[in-house]
T-cell receptor, first 113, second 113 residues
Framework: GENVEQHPSTLSVQEGDSAVIKCTYSDSASNYFPWYKQELGKGPQLIID?????GEKKDQRIAVTLNKTAKHFSLHITETQPEDSAVYFCAAKETSNTGKLIFGQGTTLQVKP | ETGVTQTPRHLVMGMTNKKSLKCEQHLGHNAMYWYKQSAKKPLELMFVYNFKEQTENNSVPSRFSPECPNSSHLFLHLHTLQPEDSALYLC????????????FGPGTRLTVL
């Protein structure tokens, strides 16, 4: 089955700097890769996703890139703000009948004012 | 708000107690999920329901018993739990299983004494 590795586990940046979180996956047939943000006391919220037929997707300060050959995808946050501080999870959709999501271990992002 | 609500938000129970967690989605979705989120671990899928039928049990111990009376409601019945079952239990829903976007509730923080 699918296996997802996420790095780094913690990331600290200064406000205004960029942050990059990377994930690798094992199943070359996986075709959907969402990113979730989880704030303290809340459930994970989808912030951006990408499908295997594109290499990059952008939404304001957030972008995701996908390298299918290398089987890795990354989340890029530019001009970070203190409210970006949260735990971020990547996931890959299994290519089984249920198509369940396999999540990475999570990255705790701290943006220092 | 994602349209997925969970009650209670916090629960403390002894190992001999019986309790239930409730999830309700207001999105018109047909698939519902239970996840377990423990510290330092990826989200673990527990159960999947599709149109009220259980389609996946991810080797979950029988002390966790799910119930899905209709497509909008999902319960997790708990009995004779162990301290290691203490975790955040998250409910999610999607249009149908295997479709891409899952929407999460805020979770129930469970502590087993």
């Amino acid at each position: 089955g699918e296996n997802v590795e996420q790095h780094p586990s913690t990331l600290s940046v200064q406000e205004g700097d960029s942050a990059v979180i990377k994930c690798t996956y094992s199943d070359s047939a996986s075709n959907y890769f969402p990113w979730y943000k989880q704030e303290l006391g809340k459930g994970p919220q989808l912030i951006i996703d990408i499908r295997s037929n594109v290499g990059e997707k952008k939404d304001q300060r957030i972008a995701v890139t996908l390298n299918k050959t290398a089987k890795h995808f990354s989340l890029h946050i530019t001009e970070t703000q203190p409210e970006d501080s949260a735990v971020y999870f990547c996931a890959a959709k299994e290519t089984s009948n249920t198509g369940k999501l396999i999540f990475g271990q999570g990255t705790t992002l701290q943006v220092k004012p | 708000e994602t349209g997925v609500t969970q009650t209670p938000r916090h629960l403390v129970m002894g190992m001999t107690n019986k309790k239930s967690l409730k999830c309700e989605q207001h999105l018109g979705h047909n698939a519902m999920y239970w996840y377990k989120q423990s510290a330092k671990k990826p989200l673990e899928l527990m159960f999947v329901y599709n149109f009220k039928e259980q389609t996946e049990n991810n080797s979950v111990p029988s002390r966790f018993s799910p119930e899905c009376p209709n497509s909008s409601h999902l319960f997790l019945h708990l009995h004779t739990l162990q301290p290691e079952d203490s975790a955040l239990y998250l409910c999610a829903s999607s249009q149908v299983p295997g479709t891409d976007t899952q929407y999460f509730g805020p979770g129930t923080r469970l502590t087993v004494l």
